[in-house]
T-cell receptor
């Protein structure tokens, strides 16, 4: 049973346009969410996070939106740059569980076309 | 210097061999994790440790063991490697902050079991 789903395995976007990566979750106990970026031959790099008390968090070109009622979050990258081409993982955690485990989605490969 | 290092970066071994993957961190974090990544399956948690005396099984611990030799070192062992343990292995660390538990990853070890 996949608790964190990234239904789009890949996404292609023109340079300068907006990239929107989506993530859905099923566990209503998740109360914080993170996005990681991964380049080939490197480990995942933390990008941005959001807790369930917020519905938006912004950091430069990256914005994460959280819709708790729909159990959906999205990462917006504006404007997209070729260096953003990578695999993006959505992750979720339950701060009340005490285990500090993160559950990851399968990832979405973003290609930004120059 | 990298905050989270993993050795070796690549390893090819044969079925039945014992393998140890090592992870060291200079971030001063108390929590450490081992994940594996398989194509199309995202990151799955193998083991995690909150301190030297606290080791916990993750989602897929069968066939693996770990040792937390010090706060900065966390090793993963495959006692008798099998081909379906061929994967990318990542170590991660975290230091819980308010609201989120951001994990920081090492560069990964590519393990091939023939």
């Amino acid at each position: 049973d996949q608790q964190v789903k990234q239904n789009s395995p890949s996404l292609s976007v023109q340079e300068g346009r907006i990239s929107i990566l989506n993530c859905d979750y099923t566990n209503s106990m998740f109360d914080y969410f993170l996005w990681y970026k991964k380049y080939p031959a490197e480990g995942p790099t933390f990008l941005i996070s959001i807790s369930s008390i917020k519905d938006k968090n912004e950091d430069g070109r990256f914005t994460v939106f959280l819709n708790k009622s729909a159990k959906h979050l999205s990462l917006h990258i504006v404007p997209s740059q070729p260096g953003d081409s990578a695999v993006y993982f959505c992750a979720a955690g339950d701060s009340g569980a005490g285990s500090y485990q993160l559950t990851f989605g399968k990832g979405t490969k973003l290609s930004v076309i120059p | 210097d990298a905050d989270v290092t993993q050795t070796p970066r690549n390893r090819i071994t044969k079925t039945g061999k014992r393998i140890m993957l090592e992870c060291s961190q200079t971030k001063g974090h108390d929590r450490m994790y081992w994940y594996r990544q398989d194509p199309g399956l995202g990151l799955r948690l193998i083991y995690y440790s909150f301190d030297v005396k606290d080791i916990n099984k993750g989602e897929i611990s069968d066939g693996y063991s770990v040792s937390r030799q010090a706060q900065a070192k966390f090793s993963l062992s495959l006692e008798s490697a099998i081909p379906n343990q061929t994967a990318l292995y990542f170590c991660a660390t975290s230091d819980r902050t308010a609201g989120t538990d951001t994990q920081y990853f090492g560069p990964g070890t590519r393990l091939t079991v023939l």
